[in-house]
């Protein structure tokens, strides 16, 4: 059974940092492409960022980028999202994603997901 555990989200005044984890279990994580999503309130989920399997590739949304490095520890099985300079519109609850096929580059909507964790950013 996959199961995928979000934690790190919390209250953050902008300008401030957070570091998300996802501890994923049931999967060789070192055989998978996994990304973040979120999803603000009365909005439809969007892609943060992804990265590839050891961790060579990454890339990540427009408005995120310079600010979130997503990253992966394949001997703890865990996905990070490090995220700075935090602005009241990255508000949203934060979902990490694993692909449902191993290799590939991007990630699909076909994944496990995660049942998320809350970032809210004051301003």
């Known amino acids: 059974q996959v199961q995928l555990v979000e934690s790190g989200g919390g209250l953050v005044q902008a300008g401030g940092s957070l570091r998300l984890s996802c501890a994923v279990s049931g999967r060789t994580l070192s055989m998978y492409v996994m990304g973040w999503f979120r999803q603000a309130p009365g909005k439809e989920r969007e892609f943060v960022a992804q990265i590839t399997r050891n961790g060579g590739i990454t890339s990540y949304a427009d408005s995120v980028k310079g600010r979130f490095t997503i990253s992966r520890d394949n001997t703890k099985n865990t996905l990070y999202l490090q995220m700075n300079s935090l602005k009241p519109e990255d508000t949203a609850v934060y979902y990490c994603?694993?692909?449902?096929?191993?290799?590939?580059?991007?990630?699909?909507?076909?994944?496990?997901w995660g049942q998320g964790t809350q970032v809210t950013v004051s301003s």
């Open positions: 994603a694993l692909n449902k096929r191993p290799y590939g580059l991007t990630i699909e909507q076909d994944a496990y």
